[in-house]
């Protein structure tokens, strides 16, 4: 299993820590199709343990590591080959990838940066979870449970009392099937 702890508990001013998310997200923009900054720096605090990044990957196909009958090709994050590649030139370093998360140091900074994998169905969901704050996200989990449903933190999205899942559009759109006002990230 791979393990995402935090590492320490360094605080960056987050003008510093802007530079380090916007210098990610110019060295990936050729292999992400959608990119935002989410967690602390997003909700405005003057302070921040790390860079929060949603993306949604450009996917390739490459052959399989185990072709069978059916399987030749598997798609491949592109993302993740990137920091792969990153991690092998010493742009950045203590790199761990997982299916739905990439964390890493950006050295040149020296910021952690933790990026969050999305698609379409799922970008919302993950931006608004992502963005936090942790006790904003555990209201809103609350109030969908007394509902009945359940807000997934992995980014599935807004399960009903049905076992269906809302048709996310924004995060307006989660407020709303809550029944709560919307809050902007530096409200949350």
């Not at 935090?6 to 380090?20: D, L, P, R």
């Not at 399989?64 to 010493?90: I, S, Y």
């Not at 999205?157 to 530096?186: N, V």
């Amino acid at each position: 299993m791979t393990d995402f702890s935090s590492k320490g508990k360094e605080k960056y001013q987050a003008a510093y820590a802007m530079q380090t998310a916007q210098a990610v997200g110019t060295h990936l923009a050729a292999y992400i199709d959608r990119f935002a900054i989410a967690g602390s720096l997003r909700r405005g605090k003057p302070w921040v343990h790390d860079v929060d990044l949603v993306c949604i990957p450009k996917i390739v196909m490459m052959p399989a590591r185990r072709p069978t009958l059916f399987l030749t090709q598997e798609p491949v994050n592109q993302v993740g080959l990137k920091l792969l590649k990153f991690n092998d030139e010493h742009v950045i370093t203590d790199l761990v990838i997982g299916e739905k998360l990439a964390r890493f140091t950006w050295i040149e900074s020296g910021v952690p940066v933790d990026i969050y994998f999305a698609d379409e169905s799922t970008w919302h969901t993950i931006l608004l979870i992502r963005t936090g704050s942790k006790e904003h996200n555990f209201c809103l989990c609350k109030i969908a449970a007394a509902m009945g449903g359940r807000l997934h933190a992995d980014g599935r999205g807004l399960e009903l009392s049905d076992g269906t899942f809302a048709k996310i559009t924004s995060e307006e759109d989660i407020f709303q099937l809550l029944g709560t006002a919307f809050r902007k990230p530096g409200e949350r």
